[in-house]
């Protein structure tokens, strides 16, 4: 397998089309009772890591934040780049590397938009290069799926169609990734994609963090921010203080 299947995939309009349910008003809601919680101040710079289209980053800009987003996928760039202004910016960046050092007042990864890569370093090389970017006592919070619960409850074969596109998804754990295997028929065109998403712990991130220079201060099980259960949550949305 490729290991920056996520530039093919994330680049391809079929990823768009699969994942339409993603909405903005989901991600207006999440991002409400964040905002609450974290109460930045106003104008505080937020960095938006694997921002996607940028409906996020749209967000919190509009709550009068100093936004920047980063993707590595040259047609999500593109597409987020239409709903730029003053305080709000994008660029095409690879997060394994520091796009502004000790600048942000918050990185947020949303989305299970990490895990991607296929060794340990890498994934440290990000959440070091989050923390560089963040000034003293700054905070990151990264949105992932919820390993033990996905993994007992995986579905193994799925067939849907979208928007005249037959999807075929198979899932399976693969040495230390959860696979998603995604066959598609459109038009009389066959193709294959594939995510692959380590399945990380708690425990794994934990250790991460503190490599980096991070502190763990809360862990959510949901986008409503309900405390984390390994067994029952969601979600596992990570938010940690640098140190």
């Given at each position: 397998?490729?290991?920056?299947?996520?530039?093919?995939?994330?680049?391809?309009?079929?990823?768009?089309?699969?994942?339409?349910?993603?909405?903005?008003?989901?991600a207006?809601?999440?991002?409400?009772?964040?905002?609450?919680?974290?109460?930045?101040?106003?104008?505080?710079?937020m960095?938006?890591?694997?921002?996607?289209?940028?409906?996020?980053?749209r967000?919190?800009?509009?709550?009068?934040?100093?936004?920047?987003?980063?993707?590595?996928?040259?047609?999500?760039?593109?597409?987020?780049?239409?709903?730029?202004?003053?305080?709000?910016?994008?660029?095409?960046?690879?997060?394994?590397?520091?796009?502004?050092?000790?600048?942000?007042?918050?990185?947020?990864?949303?989305?299970?938009?990490?895990?991607?890569?296929?060794t340990?370093?890498?994934?440290?090389?990000?959440?070091?290069?989050?923390?560089?970017?963040?000034?003293?006592?700054?905070?990151?919070?990264?949105?992932?799926?919820?390993?033990?619960?996905?993994?007992?409850?995986?579905?193994?074969?799925?067939?849907?169609?979208?928007?005249?596109?037959?999807?075929?998804?198979?899932?399976?754990?693969?040495?230390?990734?959860?696979?998603?295997?995604?066959?598609?028929?459109?038009?009389?065109?066959?193709?294959?994609?594939?995510?692959?998403?380590?399945?990380?712990?708690?425990?794994?991130?934990?250790?991460?963090?503190?490599?980096?220079?991070?502190?763990?201060?809360q862990v959510?099980?949901?986008?409503?921010?309900k405390?984390?259960?390994?067994?029952?949550?969601?979600?596992?949305?990570?938010?940690?203080?640098?140190?």
């Amino acid at each position: 397998m490729n290991a920056d299947w996520f530039i093919d995939w994330f680049n391809s309009p079929y990823y768009d089309i699969l994942y339409r349910h993603r909405t903005e008003d989901e991600a207006r809601q999440f991002l409400s009772t964040l905002l609450s919680f974290l109460q930045p101040e106003r104008g505080a710079r937020m960095l938006d890591l694997a921002c996607g289209n940028g409906r996020y980053s749209r967000y919190l800009a509009e709550n009068g934040y100093d936004v920047t987003g980063v993707d590595i996928s040259d047609s999500k760039i593109e597409e987020a780049r239409k709903s730029e202004h003053e305080n709000l910016s994008f660029f095409r960046h690879d997060m394994r590397k520091v796009f502004r050092f000790n600048y942000y007042d918050y990185v947020f990864n949303f989305f299970t938009s990490f895990g991607y890569f296929e060794t340990d370093k890498e994934h440290l090389d990000t959440i070091s290069a989050a923390r560089l970017g963040l000034k003293s006592g700054g905070y990151f919070l990264i949105d992932y799926l919820n390993t033990p619960k996905v993994l007992r409850n995986l579905v193994d074969e799925e067939e849907r169609e979208v928007e005249g596109v037959r999807f075929k998804i198979s899932r399976y754990e693969d040495k230390g990734f959860i696979v998603k295997k995604i066959r598609l028929l459109h038009r009389n065109r066959e193709l294959e994609f594939s995510e692959r998403v380590r399945a990380f712990g708690l425990d794994d991130f934990s250790s991460m963090m503190n490599q980096c220079r991070f502190e763990v201060v809360q862990v959510f099980g949901d986008y409503d921010l309900k405390t984390y259960d390994p067994q029952l949550s969601d979600r596992m949305i990570i938010l940690a203080i640098g140190r």
